[in-house]
């Protein structure tokens, strides 16, 4: 049995680790030990845990106010024995729960994703001997060996390294590889501080380790991670929380209306049946049918628009929600940089030299205070040739666009050099590489001994300070050697660091040797100066941002990076001013839930940020009841794009495990892209809120028709099957061309939509029940107007269909634009408008004129007087709905919509 594990193996020996697992650095474990240990504690994987089943799952997609609705008015349908229409509405009721039901696999899907990014195989030391193995069957206590290129398979102690340097900008946010020893660190040290841990997931990219296995499956920070993403909540958005409440409000109130008819009536003496007709009839005309359909099919085609604005969009209500969206927390690495290190920097010969372009392509001009050089002075040249020599980095072309190899600092080296018109292969070429001593992260340095002419020569990089107090000496201007000024140097280098800048020192010693010995490097070496870089922002995220500030959108940078570096970046992008707070994640560790609260309102930068604090940092401003985005592309960004009310992954530089995580995707991983799709999303809203008011009011009017009838005692002037006619037909051909209507101008000059805001403000409140109670006065003026002149009960009620069907069209045309005048909308800049117009005529000529059409719906053809007061009502409401938007426009209220 495996003896009780401490935690914390980063403040601990690896001697402690090795007494405490019963294990050798010259053994490992042996065969039978190791078979235990697997029987006991099972796989090295990321198993799944099954939630849910799947037939409770997809039954919980029935329990939805709205679903509530719609299985009644399936119901009254079937009641009717209109099988059509009961069969329609079911099937909508169908396609939504499984909509809902395949996405609630996006959990297990992620989880899958984590379990796939671990190695798959790996060197192992078992009974003295070395084997290749499966990742899985790796177990507590034993000893695995790392190269360049593999990926760690379980979190190592590590006990051996030599020159290890290891990515982990998937985990923790470092943009740059992280130097790895085997010295213990503070037991309150960071992931990305661990310098004596390998973490499961990770890649090695430069020299060799052996590590001590102490976490394996879900024991691991990967598998942390795993846990959490079962744990976090996946949030219903600010358009399901609105429907939700709305669907609530109008379920009460069309119950209590036809309870309302049916006790009236029934008291008035009416037989029970005939009232229960006509509460069924009410019922039937106030359920929004076709409000579901639409739903979806305006979201569907904000996806496909997205699609074209490079965001893909794996569930349907995150078009909506990036449109109310009031915070976006991006990560910095790959978000809303490059995630390519680029030299800004250099100091040679006591001059400070720029360097322009960013990235990884050699592109971008040499300069001295904004004049261009044409070739390098003699100094900047030989510091670029000793980063191109003390180097083990490549730098190559593919179809366009430029790859690296190696270590992305050793690479930004490659390519400053290159932009000075310095060729790496011909340098290396005549001055090859005779010995090396590796860098690692206790001497800090990396040194490579060249043959040059006749001789030889040292060339040395690593910390400033390090390389500084070997040396003796420095090149001038010219290119003479001369006594070195270290504290003018220690300022410069302090200055670049204060930019947010890597910087690392070159120097030069001449030695006769063949090999290298690491005493002749203490002292007496030759400064050649300074070249400092960063991951750069991107161009597109700068104005990106400064968008989102005037759509009221608030910007936070989330990252794993050090304070000073992720300070600087938000300096550069915008999201901060001089004088700028950033928070670390130890400060955040020793922050409560509510001082937590406080901190996210003021501070826009987070730095050394923990996976578990990047999940706190968005439920904090979701406490504070903001609708927030969370950007990121890394394993430790995933449990976040869980719970955010919208996740955004990379999807070109992004894990897996972020992409099956996350609501949307962005295909080319700029932050731009996110711009296009807040505006996409705000258009999306503006249209699903186009149909609500353009629907309800005949809904209003169709239950006031029936209650007025009942409350009156007289004739119900349309019949249940024909209130389903009018709400089935016209909701799909004039209601749904609203979803195609272009974006408005003025859609990203407005502030985001209130989280609690309800779907309806006042003013369209008041819109629903005035063209409610105008479709009431003309639908039952012309129906007892034309009976009182001797018209059959049938062609009176076929007038009272019409008119509220050239009611609805007329409706329309003041819909597209709920604010302001229809012209400002363009006539035919949505043609589905008028193709819808078209087919509704047809059809209400065959409900009319249609044999088969009267026989089934009770209608009759009608004279064309009645045509004409039918158009005629329809202008009224068209011009009476006009001025009263013009009298609202009139009282200061903001334009929009």
């Known amino acids: 049995m495996t003896p009780a594990v401490p935690p914390g193996w980063h403040a601990r020996s690896h001697q402690e680790a090795f007494?405490?697992?019963?294990?050798?650095?010259?053994?490992?474990?042996?065969?039978?030990?190791?078979?235990?240990?697997?029987?006991?504690?099972?796989?090295?994987?990321?198993?799944?845990?099954?939630?849910?089943?799947?037939?409770?799952?997809?039954?919980?997609?029935?329990?939805?106010?709205?679903?509530?609705?719609?299985?009644?008015?399936?119901?009254?349908?079937?009641?009717?024995?209109?099988?059509?229409?009961?069969?329609?509405?079911?099937?909508?009721?169908?396609?939504?729960?499984?909509?809902g039901f395949i996405q609630e696999g996006r959990a297990e899907d992620a989880l899958a994703a984590l379990a796939r990014s671990v190695a798959s195989e790996v060197t192992v030391l078992r009974a003295g001997q070395r084997r290749r193995l499966s990742a899985a069957e790796l177990v507590l206590g034993d000893v695995v060996w790392l190269a360049a290129g593999d990926k760690v398979p379980a979190d190592l102690r590590l006990f051996d390294t030599r020159a290890l340097q290891i990515t982990e900008a998937s985990l923790t946010g470092e943009s740059t590889a992280v130097g790895k020893g085997t010295e213990p660190v503070p037991a309150d040290s960071g992931l990305a501080e661990r310098t004596c841990m390998a973490f499961a997931g990770t890649l090695v990219v430069v020299g060799q380790a052996a590590g001590l296995v102490v976490a394996t499956g879900r024991g691991t920070e990967t598998g942390r991670i795993a846990d959490m993403l079962e744990q976090a909540d996946t949030l219903a958005t600010p358009l399901t929380r609105a429907m939700t409440r709305f669907s609530s409000a109008l379920l009460v109130l069309i119950l209590a209306l036809a309870a309302l008819g049916f006790v009236v009536g029934s008291l008035r003496g009416e037989p029970w049946l005939d009232m229960l007709m006509a509460a069924v009839a009410l019922a039937v005309g106030a359920i929004p049918e076709g409000l579901p359909a639409a739903v979806t099919v305006t979201l569907a085609i904000g996806v496909a628009r997205m699609a074209r604005r490079r965001a893909i969009i794996r569930r349907l209500p995150a078009v909506e929600t990036l449109g109310s969206t009031t915070v976006i927390c991006s990560d910095k690495t790959g978000t809303l940089t490059e995630n390519q290190m680029t030299v800004r920097a250099a100091l040679a010969g006591g001059q400070r030299y720029d360097f322009g372009g960013d990235g990884y392509a050699p592109r971008g001009a040499v300069s001295v205070g904004g004049v261009e050089l044409a070739e390098p002075p003699v100094a900047l040249r030989q510091l670029l040739v000793a980063g191109v020599l003390c180097n083990d980095a490549g730098l190559r072309e593919e179809d366009g666009s430029w790859q690296i190899t190696g270590d992305p600092t050793e690479a930004a080296l490659l390519v400053a050099a290159r932009k000075a018109g310095l060729d790496?292969?011909?340098?290396?070429?005549?001055?090859?590489?005779?010995?090396?001593?590796?860098?690692?992260?206790?001497?800090?340095?990396?040194?490579?001994?060249?043959?040059?002419?006749?001789?030889?020569?040292?060339?040395?990089?690593?910390?400033?300070?390090?390389?500084?107090?070997?040396?003796?000496?420095?090149?001038?201007?010219?290119?003479?050697?001369?006594?070195?000024?270290?504290?003018?140097?220690?300022?410069?280098?302090?200055?670049?660091?204060?930019?947010g800048l890597r910087v690392l020192a070159f120097a030069r010693l001449p030695i006769e040797e063949e090999t290298l010995d690491e005493a002749a490097l203490a002292d007496g070496l030759c400064f050649l100066g300074l070249q400092a870089m960063l991951?750069?922002?991107?161009?597109?995220?700068?104005?990106?941002?400064?968008?989102?500030?005037?759509?009221?959108?608030?910007?936070?940078?989330?990252?794993?990076?050090?304070?000073?570096?992720?300070?600087?970046?938000?300096?550069?992008?915008?999201?901060?001013?001089?004088?700028?707070?950033?928070?670390?994640?130890?400060?955040?560790?020793?922050?409560?839930?509510?001082?937590?609260?406080?901190?996210?309102?003021?501070?826009?930068?987070?730095?050394r940020v923990e996976p578990e604090q990047k999940l706190r940092l968005v439920q904090a401003l979701q406490a504070n009841g903001e609708v927030v985005a969370m950007t990121g592309d890394g394993v430790n960004d995933a449990p976040a794009l869980k719970a955010a009310d919208i996740g955004v992954a990379m999807g070109a530089g992004g894990t897996e495990v972020a992409k099956e995580a996350a609501a949307m995707v962005l295909t080319d991983d700029n932050f731009a892209s996110i711009e296009a799709a807040v505006e996409e999303g705000r258009g999306v809203y503006d249209n699903l809120v186009k149909f609500i008011v353009w629907t309800l009011p005949t809904n209003f009017g169709e239950g006031l028709v029936i209650l007025f009838a009942v409350l009156a005692g007289v004739t119900l002037p349309i019949t249940p099957l024909q209130i389903l006619w009018i709400n089935m037909t016209t909701a799909v051909l004039l209601g749904l061309p609203l979803a195609f209507e272009p974006i408005q101008e003025d859609v990203m000059a407005r502030a985001p939509r209130s989280p609690g805001s309800p779907i309806l403000d006042l003013t369209l409140v008041r819109r629903i029940v005035l063209v409610g109670i105008l479709l009431l006065v003309a639908a039952?003026?012309?129906?007892?107007?034309?009976?009182?002149?001797?018209?059959s009960l049938d062609e009176a009620r076929t007038i009272a269909v019409n008119v509220f069907v050239a009611g609805e069209i007329a409706y329309l045309f003041n819909c597209r634009n709920l604010r302001g005048p229809v012209w400002r909308c363009g006539w035919f800049s949505n043609p589905w408008f008028w193709w819808g117009i078209g087919a509704t005529l047809l059809l209400q000529a065959a409900f009319t004129w249609g044999e088969a059409m009267n026989r089934v719906f009770a209608s009759a053809p009608i004279p064309a007087r009645a045509w004409g007061e039918i158009l005629l009502a329809a202008i009224m409401i068209a011009l009476i709905v006009g001025g009263e938007k013009l009298l609202c426009r009139g009282t200061g209220r903001k334009e929009g919509g």
């Open 19 to 99: 007494e405490t697992f019963q294990s050798s650095p010259v053994d490992g474990l042996a065969e039978e030990v190791a078979a235990e240990r697997l029987s006991v504690h099972g796989p090295n994987r990321i198993e799944v845990r099954l939630g849910r089943g799947a037939v409770l799952r997809f039954a919980l997609q029935f329990h939805q106010p709205l679903i509530y609705i719609l299985l009644v008015s399936g119901a009254i349908a079937a009641f009717l024995h209109e099988w059509a229409d009961a069969g329609v509405i079911f099937g909508v009721v169908l396609v939504n729960a499984l909509i």
């Open 424 to 499: 790496e292969d011909g340098l290396r070429a005549g001055m090859p590489r005779l010995d090396e001593i590796a860098f690692d992260s206790v001497r800090q340095f990396m040194a490579s001994l060249h043959r040059i002419d006749s001789g030889g020569a040292v060339m040395l990089k690593g910390a400033p300070e390090v390389v500084l107090r070997r040396c003796r000496s420095m090149l001038d201007g010219d290119g003479r050697v001369v006594p070195l000024d270290a504290q003018a140097i220690d300022e410069v280098a302090r200055g670049l660091a204060a930019e």
């Open 535 to 607: 991951d750069p922002p991107r161009q597109a995220a700068i104005g990106a941002i400064r968008a989102c500030h005037r759509a009221g959108i608030t910007v936070k940078m989330i990252t794993g990076d050090h304070a000073v570096t992720a300070l600087a970046i938000a300096r550069q992008l915008g999201l901060v001013e001089d004088g700028g707070k950033v928070l670390s994640g130890r400060e955040l560790a020793r922050l409560d839930a509510d001082g937590l609260r406080r901190a996210v309102r003021d501070v826009h930068v987070f730095a």
């Open 780 to 791: 039952f003026g012309l129906f007892a107007r034309w009976r009182g002149l001797g018209a």
